[in-house]
């Protein structure tokens, strides 16, 4: 089955600890993305990627950094920076650019990031 | 000025009824326009996609785009108690990779 995969389902971050969530995709997808969502407020954009070794930053960056060495992969690392952590973290790919259903996102089942 | 509105709700309807989820957003480049649905602790999933002025139906689902108003809304019929959950408004404009999402709106049907 095609699709997106996230680990863990659940992570728990101490203080001052860098932690990395897991995104892959076997959709053959070119383009990836990172959305931070907490209660009461909709999908906030953290970075994205177009194709490998390339990433843009999003509209809430900072305290986070991904990578994308291969098509399938693209982590996200919540740095100690990052003082509130605390969210449900969403990846999503989509096929690039282009007209037609190709532009729509699809999800993967995202991970819940508690601070102990 | 959000770029993406939708009332966060709830919105109360019966069951059998029809609900119209509204969406609204202000650049006026924006081409794509997608509803996803999103049930309590769990990921989004696309619903519709709608890029042309008109209505697309699918089911008993239609989208329903006006770019003159700037405004794209979502018609489910029959609702049914499954059918509850949070609707979200995403948008894309042209020549961007980025996708704006709205708050989005908490249906409730009531059996």
């Known amino acids: 089955d095609g699709g997106i995969t996230q680990s863990p389902k659940y992570l728990f971050r101490k203080e001052g600890q860098n932690v990395t969530l897991s995104c892959e995709q076997n959709?053959?997808?070119?383009?990836m993305y990172w959305y931070r969502q907490d209660p009461g407020q909709g999908l906030r954009l953290i970075y994205y990627?177009?194709?490998?070794?390339?990433?843009q930053k999003g509209d809430i960056a900072e305290g986070y950094s991904v990578s994308r060495e291969k098509k399938e992969s693209f982590p996200l690392t919540v740095t100690s920076a990052q003082k509130n952590p605390t969210a449900f973290y969403l990846c999503?790919?989509?096929?690039?650019?282009?007209?037609?259903?190709?532009?729509?996102?699809?999800f993967g089942p995202g991970t819940r990031l508690l601070v102990l | 000025q959000k770029e993406v509105e939708q009332n966060s709700g709830p919105l109360s309807v019966p069951e059998g009824a029809i609900a119209s989820l509204n969406c609204t957003y202000s650049?006026?480049?924006?081409?794509?326009f997608f509803w996803y649905r999103q049930y309590s602790g769990k990921s989004p999933e696309l619903i519709m996609f709608?890029?042309?002025?008109g209505d697309k139906e699918d089911g008993r689902f239609t989208a329903q785009l006006n770019k003159a108003s700037q405004y794209v809304s979502l018609l489910i019929r029959d609702s049914q108690p499954s059918d509850s959950a949070t609707y979200l408004c995403?948008?894309?404009?042209?020549?961007?990779?980025?996708?704006?999402f709205g708050i989005g709106t908490k249906l409730q049907v009531i059996p």
């Open positions: 959709l053959n997808h070119d383009a």
């Open positions: 995403a948008v894309k404009v042209w020549g961007y990779q980025k996708v704006t």
């Open positions: 990627s177009q194709i490998v070794n390339d990433f």
């Open positions: 999503a790919s989509t096929d690039g650019v282009g007209s037609g259903s190709q532009e729509t996102q699809y």
């Open positions: 650049d006026r480049g924006s081409q794509s």
């Open positions: 709608i890029y042309s002025n």
